[in-house]
């Protein structure tokens, strides 16, 4: 619900845009850090903000499917049928770039990635800025760390050098959205995200196909090994090996949280540098929540975050993704 507080804030926030200004904002995933999608120097800052290479192409951020062909060409069939079923949502698209797209948002690429958000800030912020006007944003935190899911996880990360924090509660999906681009007319994921690859299917003549990402050429961060990473070490195990692993590492002195989902395998550990932390069960509700969890351990004072390996059925898909970047180490 937009209340009068946040419609006279997101009136200050088009202001502050309009100016070369950047506004973090709520979206179902995570927050973004906003600018305006056709002013490169505006960009640039949301570069700096981030400390992220500047050829790392930003998603372009917009209000009404109308405006599709407007900021790409050549989009396919199967592009717009899944634009139409799954916008607003978490959904981004890498499509053929229109002549509106500067080259500081797409990394210089022919291609751009498009997204219509689902959260009411984001769609109320976008629908002020109007027509032929968007939000290039990539995830409000640090290059290769975690994104945020609430306005004060941006506030802790990025307070100071971002112009205005527009808070719109915890977000509903807490992944980013899944990134889709196109051969012909085959999808394929670049990026599991806020939206299972079943759902994608059921829209599409063909099933899509999950790139395997050591062979993406093109320069998405998001791919990238290290990304999406707390500082403290995180390493992955199964259930029937974590305690014992969470023992060893506790007989060295070391400060540990296990962090687990299955009701089993729930050892009788009383060792005072061992926690435990029980997240949800299912995928939606796990997903919702990894983001906080990661961020809230990791400004804790443990030296080693282990984490139950997710189940391999599809729907964690993302989540394995993410927790799998997150835990790499360079040996
Ligand atoms: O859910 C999300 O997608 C969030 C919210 C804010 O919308 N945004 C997000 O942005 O995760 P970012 O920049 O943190 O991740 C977007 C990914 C990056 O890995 C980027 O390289 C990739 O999308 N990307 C953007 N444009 C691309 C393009 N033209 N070709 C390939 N990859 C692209
Ligand atoms: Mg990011």
Redesign the pocket.
Known sequence: MITPEIHNQIATAVKLLEAGGTVAFP?E????LGADATNPSAIRQIYEIKQRPIN????V?FGDIAQLSYWAQEIPNAAWKLAKHFWPG?L?L?LR?SAHVPNIV??D?D???L?I?AHPVALALLNALGAEKALA????NRFGRI?PTTATHVQQELGQQVGMILDGGACEVGL??T?I?FDDETALV??P??IPLSALDAILDKPAILVDQKNIK??????LPAHYAPTTPLTIYPAEHIWASAQELAAQGLRTIVITYSEHHHANVSNQLIQHYAMPSDPVNYGKKLYAVLRQFDNQAFDQLLIEVPPSDPSWLAITDRLKRASYTQN
């Not at 995933?29 to 973004?32: D, H, K, L, P, S």
């Not at 790392?56 to 998603?59: A, F, R």
């Not at 944003?137 to 409000?140: I, M, Q, R, V, W």
Request: no cysteine; aromatic share 2%; hydrophobic share 25%.
């Open positions: 979206t995933t995570v927050y973004g790392h192409p930003l998603i951020h978490p981004t890498i770039r797409t990394g690429q291609t751009v990635g997204r958000p944003a990539p995830s409000a994104s980013e959205s990134i681009s670049l990026r995200g806020g093109i320069r998405t961060s998001g791919i």
